[in-house]
């Protein structure tokens, strides 16, 4: 099992330091675009050639990515041309907003979608397994747009009960969070649900659990002690490929609702050229991401005893 572990932590952490280089090189490889974005399309020759030099530009690429690499480890992100300032001095609190958001969304969603398929999957064909199944379809097929156009004209503007942004200006507020995370839950509980429905099934028609059926047992227990354990490895993954789609789809539900978080800077970053900035967030989502992805290991792993020892 520790060598599993190591195995997947090596692999997670050789899959972040590529993918920094990927992004370092995509951003900062030429050096004359690099200028141009960090002084204006207005700047002169001259300009931009004494910001290379002074700036440390005129160096191999390599040296540069190493010494970025080395400053990104110790806590030095860089400065930010957007918001004059250096990029940890506020890249954590949007973080903490978008962390937030969707820790809420999640503690939601889970419990929600695995109860939807469960029941689901185990009455196949029947009543309430097309009706779930019609309202996993439903809430998957609406985009986050249309959810926040629907929700707003329902809320905001009929009903009047809810804020039509999320800005936090007068501090934080629950009452806020209701239009971005209703938006959230609704788009992703039904995939979850769907998948975990498929995998329900599939189990359901497993030799063991027909078996135990037929000699008795009674069906409450067939489910929770048989058939339930096998069945959650394929929603755990899923839940947690759920992470790394949080971080993008954040990006159109914290626009709409001028909600600060992550996504809210990745859009600055993109809009002003920041390059720091966008090296951060880019950074931070690929490491969110290998790390649901390890903890996802873990716990199949768990529910899956031969897992360990493949």
Not at 36 to 47: A, C, D, H, P, W
Not at 101 to 129: C, N, Q, R
Not at 278 to 284: N, Y
Request: charged share 15%; with cysteine.
């Amino acid at each position: 099992m520790l060598l599993f572990l190591s195995k997947r932590l090596g692999l997670l952490l050789l899959t972040v330091l590529a993918t920094s280089f990927i992004v370092f090189a995509v951003l900062e490889l030429d050096v004359d675009t690099v200028a141009v974005k960090v002084l204006g399309g207005y700047s002169t020759q001259e300009q931009r050639a004494l910001w290379l030099e002074e700036n440390g530009y005129n160096r191999l690429f390599i040296t540069r990515y190493a010494e970025w690499l080395s400053n990104f480890v110790q806590g030095d992100f860089g400065y930010s041309t957007r918001f004059k300032r250096p990029v940890g001095d506020f890249f954590w609190n949007y973080l903490g907003m978008t962390a937030i958001l969707a820790g809420i969304t999640m503690a939601i969603v889970v419990p929600l979608a695995l109860t939807f398929g469960i029941l689901s999957g185990m009455k196949e064909t029947s009543l309430l397994d097309r009706v779930l199944s019609f309202i996993c379809i439903i809430s998957t097929s609406v985009p986050e747009f249309a959810s926040v156009i629907l929700f707003s004209f329902i809320f905001v503007f009929t009903l009047g009960i809810l804020p039509g942004t999320s800005s936090m200006i007068q501090g934080f507020s629950w009452k806020e969070l209701v239009l971005p995370v209703l938006v959230l839950v609704v788009y992703d509980f039904g995939y979850i649900a769907r998948i975990t429905r498929a995998s329900m099934v599939e189990v359901m028609h497993t030799s063991y659990v027909r078996t135990a059926i037929l000699k008795g047992m009674p069906f409450k227990r067939v489910v929770t002690v048989h058939a339930l354990r096998n069945a959650l490895i394929a929603p755990v993954t899923a839940i947690f490929l759920q992470f790394p789609w949080l971080l993008s789809g954040v990006v159109v539900v914290e626009i709409a609702f001028a909600y600060k978080g992550i996504g809210h800077l990745l859009l600055e970053g993109a809009l002003y050229h920041d390059i720091s900035l966008i090296e951060m967030c880019t950074v931070v989502a690929v490491i969110v991401v290998v790390l649901t992805q390890l903890i996802a290991d873990i716990i199949c792993m768990f529910l899956n005893p031969r897992i360990r020892f493949s």
